[in-house]
């Protein structure tokens, strides 16, 4: 099956995959496709939001020493 390949090779999951195929075959079951990449494929991953606020450059000149200006 060319969608095994895919999967194995496109999300790196070969060694993985090759385990449940064994499983399958000592069952004697067909590997059923869409199963496996539900599976295995990657999932999206939900992201937090992050808000950083940028202060403004001249805040900065606040932390220097006085010697550092001059």
């Keep these: 099956m060319v969608g095994l390949l895919e999967l194995a090779g496109n999300h790196g999951v070969e060694a993985?995959?090759?385990e449940r195929l064994d499983?399958?075959?000592e069952r004697g079951e067909l590997p059923d496709l869409k199963a496996l990449f539900a599976e295995f494929a990657p999932r999206q991953a939900e992201c937090r939001v992050v808000v950083v606020e940028?202060?403004?450059a001249a805040l900065y000149d606040t932390l220097l020493d006085e010697e550092v200006l001059t």
């Design 54 to 56: 940028m202060p403004s």
């Design 23 to 25: 499983e399958l075959l």
């Design 16 to 18: 993985q995959l090759a």
